[in-house]
Nanobody
Framework: QVQLVESGGGLVQAGGSLRLSCAASGRTFSSYHMGWFRQAPGKEREFVAAINWNLINTNYADSVKGRFTISRDNPKNTVYLQMNSLKPEDTAVYYC?????????WGQGTQVTVSS
């Protein structure tokens, strides 16, 4: 079982930056692939970014490439999402995800609001 707790959301003006953190419980964090997803009001949850268990591969949605960076610190059981050049369309609840094999876990989400 893995528990995920996101933090770092808030209100920011367009062009600003935020850094989201996701703290994971459990001793096997380093074996999980980690990702960030987001859900805007009235829309489906969508993929934002992912990083695999060995930190070698990262993947981004086209809408955030060049602006967002995902990273992880395995000794700290934490994954981060650095968000730069934020746009109003980035406004959403951001969710942390951990998965491996048939296991899939979600955090409770953190709100990011970007004002124009």
């Amino acid at each position: 079982q893995v528990q995920l707790v996101e933090s770092g959301g808030g209100l920011v003006q367009a062009g600003g930056s935020l850094r989201l953190s996701c703290a994971a419980s459990g001793r096997t964090f380093s074996s999980y692939h980690m990702g960030w997803f987001r859900q805007a009001p009235g829309k489906e949850r969508e993929f934002v970014a992912a990083i695999n268990w060995n930190l070698i591969n990262t993947n981004y949605a086209d809408s955030v490439k060049g602006r967002f960076t995902i990273s992880r610190d395995n000794p700290k059981n934490t994954v981060y999402l650095q968000m730069n050049s934020l746009k109003p369309e980035d406004t959403a609840v951001y969710y942390c995800n951990a998965h491996r094999s048939s296991e899939n876990y979600w955090g409770q989400g953190t709100q990011v609001t970007v004002s124009s």
